[in-house]
């Protein structure tokens, strides 16, 4: 079993900037995806950005410039830095780890951003 523990969700105006953190614990292996994925509402939850354990990332083209994914294997955890946001940004936000354990979700953050 993996735990996903996401922060960093709120509320910022368009343009603004937010980081959110999602750490994991549990049976991690070292070779491991982790990503972000997003769900608004009505819509389908979609891939935002994902990164492997050597760091090969992927994005989504309506975030690439603008958000950034990375990972610190010694704690667990990957970031997204969030910036320029936009009012079509708004989600919730889920945290995914996929290994060898498995493939597991967090239980998400909510973005909001106003305009």
């Known amino acids: 079993q993996v735990q996903l523990v996401e922060s960093g969700g709120g509320l910022v105006q368009a343009g603004g900037s937010l980081r959110l953190s999602c750490a994991a614990s549990?049976?991690?292996?070292?070779?491991?995806?982790m990503g972000w994925y997003r769900q608004a509402p009505g819509k389908q939850r979609e891939l935002v950005a994902t990164i492997t354990d050597s760091g090969n990332t992927n994005y989504a083209d309506s975030v690439k410039g603008r958000f950034t994914i990375s990972r610190d294997n010694a704690k667990n955890t990957v970031y997204l830095q969030m910036n320029s946001l936009k009012p079509e940004d708004t989600a919730v936000y889920y945290c995914?780890?996929?290994?060898?354990?498995?493939?597991?979700w967090g239980q998400g953050t909510q973005v909001t951003v106003s305009s």
């Open positions: 549990g049976s991690i292996f070292s070779i491991n995806t």
């Open positions: 995914r780890y996929i290994g060898r354990s498995g493939n597991y």
